[in-house]
C-alpha cells in the first residue's frame, strides 16, 4: 500500500511536537538514532493516517509529506 | 496517491539550526507558503535579523540581506525604496525589533513603508543563552533575571503590536500564535494578508507571532507550547490589531 | 550648466556632484554642519526620480544606504562628526559585505558633543577604521569647493570598482563656504551589479548580502580576499599634491582647509627666501608615502599642522621613517591655526635647521 504519510527522518529532531497531535495516535518516536542524532518521529500503521496534515502541520522542520488517495473515476 | 503536504518550493532543502521543537521553523514554512501561493519569489527580497533567526536566508530561495541587529527595517527601507516593485519581508526576533531596533522598527511603521516584518516574540534572547528580552514576562526567570523579571527593576512586557498600531502610517498589525494547528491556520493566514496588503501597496505590515524556546525556557516542546497559552497569550492577547479596511481595533 | 562655472556653497556641491554621479538615494539625519547637503538633495533628487528619505537617526540613516546599496544602487549618506560615530556599525557592515557607498564627513570639533565649529579630529575615525574588524576604505580630502564636486564623483566610481564605501572628508569650513566650480562631464565605467538584492527574476541562484561567517576557516579567507582588495587599493588609489619639494628644506604637510592656509605660509616664507615646499595628500587613506620619498633626499624636517592634537602626524611619521625629524602644529575645538600662527612655527623649525638643530 503506498504511504499516505512521509517521514523525512534525517530532518526530523525528535522534537515530539507531531505526536500529540495525530488525531489517530499513531505517530510514535523510533528507538533507533537518526544522521542528526535524534530518535525521529516515525508511523509504522499508514492504514490507520487519514492524511489530515496535523503532524505536518506542527513539525518545525519541514520532515512530513502527506498524501492522499485519488478519487477513483468509476466505470 | 496524491500529494497534499509537501516543503514550500521556495524554502532550500537545509536542515535548520533550530532547537527541536522551536516553532521559529513553523514561522518560517508559513512565510515559504505564503511567496508559494502568491507566486512571488522571483521578486521577493528578505532581510535575516541577529538572533536565532540570523542564517534565515539560508533556508529561503530568494534574494536576501543580512542586517545587522536591529537594523532590518532600515535596511528593508532601503531595498524597498530602490525595487518598489519587489516584495520585501524582514524577519525579526523580539530582542532585535523590540529591544536594539525599536526605533527603526516604529520609524519604518511611521512612514508607512511598504515592507512586511515578521516577528517573533518568544519572551527571551535565544541565541546568547536565556537573557531577559524586553517581552519577557514578570516572573519569568532568564539568566539576567534568576529571580524573575520584576516590574520595579525591570519594567513590564513590551506589547509591540499594540503600539504600532497606533501609527498611522500602519496598515497592518496582528499578533497570532503558533501554538496549535488552529493558531499556526489563523496565523498562517495573517502572513498571507500582510503580504497582500503589501503587494498592494497598503503601506507597512506587521504580523507578530508567539512562538516558543523550549531550550531557554527549561521546558520540553510540548510543555513550551502548553507555556505559550496558559502564561505568554494572557500578555499578548491575539488577534488583528489594524486593518486598511477598518482602522485601529480599541 | 555643463562644464560651466558656477558660485555654490560646498555642502550643495557634493549633492550636485553625487547627482551627476549617477546617486539616486540619499538617507541621512539632521547634524550642523553639513545640513544644506540633505536638504539639497531633498529638493534635488525628485527632479531625477530620485528618493530622499530622513532617517530616524544616523543608524538607520547608513542601515538604509546598506539595504539600498545592496539592492544595486547608487547611494550616498552625510553627516559630521558625532553621526559619524554612529555611522560606524553600518560602515564596518558595508565593508564586510563588500557594498559600495559614498560616505560624507564635514567634520566638526570633538570628543562628544564638542563644538560646531570645523576640526579635523576625525583623522584616525575615518583613516584607521572607526568601526569594528579589519578594514579599509579609502577616504578622499578636499580642499576646495571644485575639489569637492571632481572628488565627490570619483568616490563613486572607487565605490563602485572595489565595492566597498568610500568616505569624503571635509570640514565645516568647507561645507559652508561659497566658491567658484564646474562640474566635468565624466565618463563612469560600467559596473555590472549581478550580485544584487533585485529579486531572483528568473535567476536560478538567489544573492546574499552578508557579512557572516560562522567557519573560522571562511572566515579568515573572507579577511584575506578583503585584505588583497585593500592592498590592491592602497597601490591604485593615493592621490596628493606636492609643491616646492625639489629644493625645499623644510617640508609643510598639511590637508582638506588646512592645506590652503599652510600654502599661503609656504608663499610667504618662499617670498622671504626660506626654502619650504608642501605635501598636500588627497587620498587621506591610502596615505600618499611616495610623495614623503621625493621630499626626503632634500628635506631636513617636515613640519605636520592640522585642526587635531595631532592625528596625520603618525602617518608622516611612518612615512619619514626616522629619517629627518617630523614637527606637528595643531589647534583644536574649532580653531583655525591662522597664517600667523603657522608662520611662526615653520619659523622655529627653519631656524632649527639653519642651525643644524634638526
Known amino acids: 500500500m503506498d504511504k499516505r504519510v512521509v517521514f523525512d527522518e534525517n530532518r526530523c529532531k525528535g522534537c515530539e511536537l507531531c505526536v500529540p497531535v495525530c488525531p489517530v495516535d499513531i505517530i510514535f518516536i523510533a528507538d533507533r ?34 498524501f492522499k ?6 466505470g | 496517491m496524491k500529494q ?7 524554502m532550500t532543502d537545509k536542515v535548520s539550526h533550530y532547537c527541536p521543537g522551536c516553532t521559529h521553523g513553523i514561522a518560517h514554512r508559513l512565510v515559504g507558503e505564503t511567496i508559494d501561493e502568491l507566486g512571488i519569489a522571483d521578486r521577493t527580497i528578505g532581510v535575516a535579523s541577529v538572533g536565532c533567526s540570523v542564517l534565515a536566508y539560508e533556508y529561503f530561495d530568494v534574494d536576501f540581506q543580512q542586517a545587522s541587529h536591529g537594523r532590518a527595517p532600515a535596511v528593508a527601507t532601503g531595498i524597498k525604496r530602490v525595487h518598489p516593485e519587489s516584495i520585501v519581508f524582514t524577519y525579526q526576533g523580539d530582542g532585535d525589533l523590540a529591544s536594539i531596533g525599536t526605533a527603526e522598527a516604529i520609524h519604518a511603521a511611521m512612514r508607512g513603508e511598504n515592507i512586511t516584518i515578521i516577528f517573533i516574540n518568544n519572551a527571551i534572547y535565544g541565541m546568547t543563552g536565556g537573557q531577559m528580552a524586553p517581552t519577557t514576562l514578570l516572573g519569568q526567570q532568564t539568566t ?15 506589547r509591540m503590536a499594540e503600539m504600532l498600531a497606533t501609527l498611522d502610517g500602519a496598515a497592518y498589525v496582528a499578533r497570532f500564535s503558533l501554538h496549535d494547528i488552529p493558531n499556526i491556520t489563523k496565523a498562517k493566514r495573517a502572513i498571507k494578508k500582510s503580504f497582500q496588503y503589501q503587494l498592494e501597496g497598503k503601506g507597512f505590515t506587521i504580523v507578530e507571532l508567539l512562538s516558543t524556546c523550549p531550550t531557554n525556557w527549561g521546558m520540553s516542546p510540548n510543555e513550551s507550547l502548553e507555556w505559550v497559552q496558559t502564561d505568554m497569550m494572557k500578555v499578548y492577547p491575539l488577534g488583528e490589531f489594524k486593518t486598511p479596511e477598518e482602522g485601529e481595533k480599541k | 550648466m555643463a562644464n560651466e562655472t558656477v558660485l555654490m556653497k560646498g555642502n550643495e556641491v557634493i549633492g550636485e556632484a553625487a547627482v551627476r554621479a549617477g546617486c539616486r538615494y540619499f538617507f541621512g539625519y539632521p547634524i550642523t554642519p553639513q545640513n544644506e547637503l540633505p536638504a539639497y538633495m531633498a529638493k534635488r533628487l525628485p527632479e531625477v526620480q530620485g528618493v530622499f528619505v530622513q532617517a530616524e537617526s544616523e543608524t538607520a540613516a547608513i542601515n538604509m544606504v546598506y539595504g539600498a546599496s545592496g539592492a544595486g544602487a547608487r547611494v550616498m549618506t552625510s ?9 560606524q556599525e553600518g560602515i564596518s557592515y558595508l565593508a564586510g559585505a563588500e557594498l559600495p557607498a559614498v560616505i560624507v564627513n564635514m567634520m566638526r570639533g570633538g570628543p562628544g558633543l564638542g563644538t560646531i565649529q570645523p576640526s579635523q579630529s576625525d583623522y584616525f575615525q575615518a583613516t584607521k577604521g572607526g568601526g569594528h574588524g579589519d578594514y579599509n576604505m579609502v577616504v578622499l580630502a578636499p580642499a576646495s569647493v571644485q575639489e569637492l564636486a571632481d572628488l565627490t564623483m570619483d568616490a563613486f566610481d572607487i565605490a563602485d570598482k572595489y565595492r566597498n564605501p568610500v568616505m569624503v572628508l571635509g570640514d565645516g569650513v568647507l561645507g559652508q563656504m561659497m566658491e567658484p566650480v564646474a562640474f566635468k562631464e565624466r565618463q563612469s565605467a560600467e559596473f555590472v551589479k549581478d550580485w544584487a538584492t533585485t529579486g531572483k527574476q528568473g535567476r536560478s541562484k538567489p544573492n546574499l548580502i552578508n557579512s557572516l561567517y560562522l567557519d573560522p576557516e571562511k572566515s579568515a579567507e573572507h579577511n584575506e580576499e578583503l585584505h588583497a582588495k585593500y592592498m590592491t587599493m592602497a597601490k591604485n588609489e593615493v592621490r596628493y599634491e606636492v609643491k616646492n ?21 609656504m608663499n610667504k616664507a618662499r617670498e622671504k627666501g626660506m626654502k619650504v ?4 595628500p588627497i587620498s587621506v587613506w591610502p596615505f600618499p608615502d611616495e610623495a614623503f620619498e621625493m621630499a626626503l633626499p632634500q628635506a631636513k624636517a617636515f613640519l605636520t599642522v592640522e585642526m587635531s592634537k595631532g592625528q596625520m602626524v603618525e602617518d608622516v611619521r611612518l612615512a619619514v621613517n626616522g629619517r629627518a625629524p617630523v614637527y606637528f602644529y595643531g589647534r583644536t575645538g574649532g580653531v583655525i591655526p591662522s597664517p600667523q600662527e603657522v608662520m611662526e612655527q615653520l619659523e622655529a623649525v627653519y631656524a632649527k635647521v639653519q642651525g643644524g638643530e634638526a
Do not use: W
Not at chain 1, 488517495?69 to 468509476?74: D, G, M
Not at chain 2, 497534499?4 to 521556495?10: D, H, L, R, T, V
Open chain 1, 33 to 66: 538514532i537518526n544522521k542528526l542524532g535524534y530518535h525521529p518521529a516515525t508511523v509504522t500503521e499508514q492504514d490507520k493516517c487519514i492524511s489530515c496534515m496535523m503532524c505536518a502541520k506542527i513539525c518545525p522542520d519541514l520532515v512530513i509529506e502527506v
Open chain 2, 4 to 10: 497534499i503536504f509537501a516543503k514550500p518550493q521556495s
Open chain 3, 79 to 87: 553627516s559630521s562628526s558625532p553621526g559619524i560615530s554612529l555611522k
Open chain 3, 245 to 265: 619639494l625639489e629644493d625645499a628644506e623644510v617640508v609643510l604637510v598639511a590637508y582638506g582647509m588646512m592645506a590652503r592656509i599652510t600654502s599661503s605660509v
Open chain 2, 144 to 158: 539576567t533575571t534568576p529571580e524573575g523579571r520584576r516590574f520595579e527593576e525591570m519594567g513590564a512586557p513590551i
Open chain 1, 69 to 74: 488517495p485519488e478519487k477513483k473515476v468509476a
Open chain 3, 277 to 280: 615646499g608642501l605635501i598636500r
